[in-house]
């Protein structure tokens, strides 16, 4: 009898979507469909995922530094329109990613997960 392996291959060349597939809430991978990139900048890109089960949104910010990439995710109740709507043009600087890390960790409890810190 066969026990089916998952296997866990390091595909290269993926974006760093591969790291924020699953929902938090209920482990569902999420569908294409319901990924929305808001920004995608060089260095900064801004997701916002909608978990197609249990319609919970994340907002994920994925950076890129010489520390390498980082990404953080929060639950949102704003849908990908309202994002867009509420940052209007302003891109997202080093600052903002900073300030991001720093409620995040002052307000643990609004804290939902930390993605980790990927070093390359
Ligand atoms: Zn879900």
Do not use: W
């Amino acid at each position: 009898m066969n026990k089916d392996s998952h296997s866990h291959g390091q595909s290269s060349g993926q974006s760093e979507l591969k790291v924020m597939k699953q929902c938090p809430s209920c482990a569902k991978e999420y569908e294409k469909a319901g990924i929305v990139v808001l920004e995608d900048g060089p260095d900064t890109q801004l997701l916002h995922l909608t978990c197609d089960a249990c319609m919970n949104s994340v907002l994920v910010i994925i950076v890129t530094s010489q520390l390498g990439i980082s990404s953080v995710g929060m639950l949102t109740d704003l849908n990908a329109e309202d994002v867009t709507r509420l940052r209007h043009r302003q891109p997202i600087s080093q600052d903002d990613v900073l300030h991001f890390h720093d409620v995040i960790q002052n307000k643990q409890k609004d804290f939902i997960y930390y993605l980790g810190c990927k070093h390359v």
